[in-house]
């Protein structure tokens, strides 16, 4: 089993930043697939980025290509999401999964962490 915990989320301008953490316990993540996902008020959860654990390749959804950057510290056991220039539709709770494959067969979840950008 693997535990993820967000942190990070907050409320933020546009054109503000944050920095999301995805927090693993329970086995290492080094041989997972990491991926963030996001779920709007009303709307399906979307995928945002991820990463590959066996040559660390990124993959973006477009709407958050050359924004957002996904990175993994295996050593810490931890994933992040680096969120620069944020827009209003970046709204959401921001999900941290674990699986494997691209698009990511998700095997585990974390619990969420929100992330609201202000007009």
């Known amino acids: 089993q693997v535990q993820l915990v967000e942190s990070g989320g907050g409320l933020v301008h546009t054109g503000g930043s944050l920095r999301l953490s995805c927090a693993a316990s329970g086995r290492p993540i080094s041989t997972y697939d990491m991926a963030w996902f996001r779920q709007a008020p009303g709307k399906e959860r979307e995928f945002v980025a991820s990463i590959t654990w066996r040559t660390g390749s990124t993959y973006y959804a477009d709407s958050v290509k050359g924004r957002f950057t996904i990175s993994r510290d295996n050593a810490k056991n931890t994933v992040y999401l680096q969120m620069n220039s944020l827009k209003p539709e970046d709204t959401a709770v921001y999900y941290c999964?674990?699986?494997?494959?691209?698009?990511?067969?998700?095997?585990?979840w974390g619990q969420g962490t929100q992330v609201t950008v202000s007009s």
């Open positions: 999964a674990a699986g494997y494959g691209t698009p990511l067969h998700v095997d585990y």
